[in-house]
């Protein structure tokens, strides 16, 4: 209570003009203080808010991967469980029955050749085939990509059709498999 009475009886000793510098100087000092309040608010906002979108980026991107983890080693088993129930698969041996079966054979361009195995981690290699087709129409690439998608064991890497006259088709199928690599094997 004291310092607000001589507060006020030094402010009564001033004159006007020391009054109004001094009021001026307090006014100038009060809007520096706010002004540089705010300044540091939001620039610390803004660092906290980069930091926070770095974080959450590299929260998302680690989500991604443990979520591609666990794909990957439910996909593994998955893949163990098919190649351990055949064996002996032969991926030209499935494709000369799956071409009978569609009637597709004479529409076959070439010899049937399955490539080299490719080794595509330490635990797998894969086996392609690729055939060729001339003049065959979609209602026949659509029935035989249905008899290839119902075995489980192969999977379609890629079609290439090239229109020709009428309502025919040149067709390239690549069709692939996966089969483990043996305890003598390794990738090179």
Known sequence: MMLFTNLIILLNDMSKKEFYRNGLIALGLLFAFIAGSFYYYFTETDIL????????????????????????SFNRKEIDTILTEEKDFRILNFFETTLKETDLSTALKGNLEPTESVFISKQYAESKLIASFKQITMQQIYTLLEALQKKSRIYIKEITLVKTKGATVDATITIATLKPLGENESVK
């Open 49 to 72: 808010k980069s930091k926070i979108a770095r974080l959450n980026k590299q929260r998302i991107s680690i989500k991604k991967l443990l979520e591609e983890h666990t794909k990957n």
